[in-house]
């Protein structure tokens, strides 16, 4: 059984660095073909693709946030960690990780956290 | 980076009604295309992958169907447990979702 789930600080001040927690159980990062990504939803906004790590270390990013996102992962402790640097209140969201899944050569978000709410602001 | 537009961005709908949902992708993106149903204070829920695959455990009133640029989902007879919001994602290129579709009756 898949389950993942978010943990990090619920408030930041603007300018700070977040820095969430994704711990997962029933599969390994080190397994070829899983991934792990991270999605955010302001609050009564949609969904917004942020990072996604692979099994083989391939990291991939949001254009938009490349630059302000550091993916990191710890297969020994079964977790993926999430920086984003300078937070502004913009970035209040909720902020998801998810089980990759893939069929040849698609691939989709087939297992989610609950999610976990971070609000900026001083 | 590719954008989805998602129409129409809310729908009402009644018990028994089919609706249709539609996602257009900037740029062609083949099959790449997944579709989520969310409901409030929970995940999404991934019901529609590679365009028209039914993910496992998916009732087979969700359809999906596209490729290229254009794709539609599809609620064949829709249920109460389908008032929810559905959001297509794009994974061609540097992943992106649409803005999503609220089913409300």
């Known amino acids: 059984q898949i389950t993942l789930k978010e943990s990090g600080p619920a408030l930041v001040k603007p300018t700070q660095t977040l820095t969430l927690t994704c711990t997962f159980s029933?599969?390994?990062?080190?397994?070829?073909?899983?991934?792990v990504g991270w999605i955010r939803q302001p609050p009564g906004k949609a969904l917004e693709w942020l990072a996604l790590t692979y099994w083989d270390d391939d990291r991939r990013y949001s254009p938009s946030l490349k630059s302000r996102l550091t993916l990191t992962k710890d297969t020994s402790k079964n977790q993926v960690v999430l920086t984003m640097t300078n937070m502004d209140p913009v970035d209040t969201a909720t902020y998801y990780c998810a089980h990759l899944q893939t069929s040849g050569w698609h691939s989709s978000f087939d297992y989610w956290g609950q999610g976990t709410l971070v609000t900026v602001s001083s | 980076e590719i954008q989805m537009t998602q129409s129409p961005s809310s729908v009402s709908a009644s018990v028994g009604d089919r609706v249709t949902i539609t996602c257009r992708a900037s740029?062609?993106?083949?099959?790449?295309l997944n579709w989520y149903q969310q409901k409030p204070g929970q995940a999404p829920k991934l019901l529609i992958y590679?365009?028209?695959s039914l993910q496992s455990g998916v009732p087979s009133r969700f359809s999906g169907s596209g490729s290229g640029t254009e794709f539609t989902f599809t609620i064949t007879s829709l249920e109460p447990e389908d008032f929810a919001t559905y959001y297509c994602q794009q994974t061609y290129s540097t992943w992106t979702f649409g803005q999503g579709t609220k089913v409300e009756i």
């Open positions: 029933g599969f390994s990062l080190s397994t070829s073909g899983v991934g």
């Open positions: 590679a365009a028209s």
């Open positions: 740029q062609s993106i083949s099959s790449y």
